[in-house]
């Protein structure tokens, strides 16, 4: 193809994109996915193409079609955010947890490298945090089950070795029953300790915004050491004033630096505590 048909093409096909977009606006997903499809006949290996046709099949539940053309936008661009982002969606959809969030998580933090719009980082986290809910919550049921079954085995062996020992001894029925009771109680201990890490509780007041009171996505810490959930403190940052809202000291955003080891700390928590995921 000549240099002079080639841009023709992209010409054409760019025009084809904003055609598609328009459309999209009002709602005509039909004729949007086809302007996106003659932009990619055109020009297949631009990513926003593919990545644009698999917006207008989401909004219309086409998740197999979602997927395929998500995958095409990546093997395009290993970077591209929406495309990981909707390919998680996609995967999710037919409950492939584990390489759903996955894919979320790359989304996420290629978001966060290139300082998206902070609604789109914020959607792409509410989606992460909604299916690792949904994989602790099914993992969790397997595991009470599993739980509560070895537990009624237990209790039922040790009835059986109680009755078996009371009929064997003469003269210390209450002291068998004491131990027998003081085991079933143990018992209970135990398998209640192996529950804990599924039972929600109070999330340590280290690993939360001292603003938002909620669980670190994305910590900084100031110069002064305060460590402020990032979205939140430039928030403030740009509404309120230059300043750090607990010490009051002078603050800028480019003073702000991520607290990794905050960020590590809340990643290990969430993945004993899964149900710490759950949004309000």
Partial sequence: MSPTVAGSARKQAEQLRQDGNSYF??????AAIDAYTE?????????????????????????????????????????????????????????EYGEGVRELE?????????????????????????????EWEHESTMRSWELQNLK????????EKHLLDASQTEGFVDEEAKSNADQ???LGRVFSKAAEDDTPSDIPDYLCCKITLDIFRDPVI?????????AVILDHLQKVGKFDPITREPLYPSQLV?????????????DVHGWAYKLD
């Fill in 25 to 30: 606006k009002k709602d005509r997903l039909g």
């Fill in 39 to 95: 932009a990619i006949a055109l020009c297949p290996n631009v990513p926003v193409y593919w990545t644009n046709r698999a917006l207008c099949h989401r909004k219309r539940n086409e998740w197999t079609r979602v997927e395929e053309d998500c995958r095409k936008a990546i093997q395009l661009d290993h970077h591209s955010v929406k495309a990981h982002y909707m390919l998680g969606l996609a995967l999710l959809q037919r409950k």
């Fill in 106 to 134: 790359k989304a996420l933090d290629l978001g966060r490298v290139a300082t998206l719009q902070g609604y789109m980082v914020e959607e792409i986290w509410q989606e992460l945090a909604r299916a690792k809910y949904l």
């Fill in 152 to 159: 009624e085995a237990c209790e039922e062996a040790l009835k």
């Fill in 184 to 186: 079933l109680e143990a």
């Fill in 222 to 230: 100031t110069p002064s050491g305060v460590t402020y959930e990032r």
């Fill in 258 to 270: 991520p607290n990794l080891a905050i960020k590590e700390a809340v990643r290990a928590y969430l």
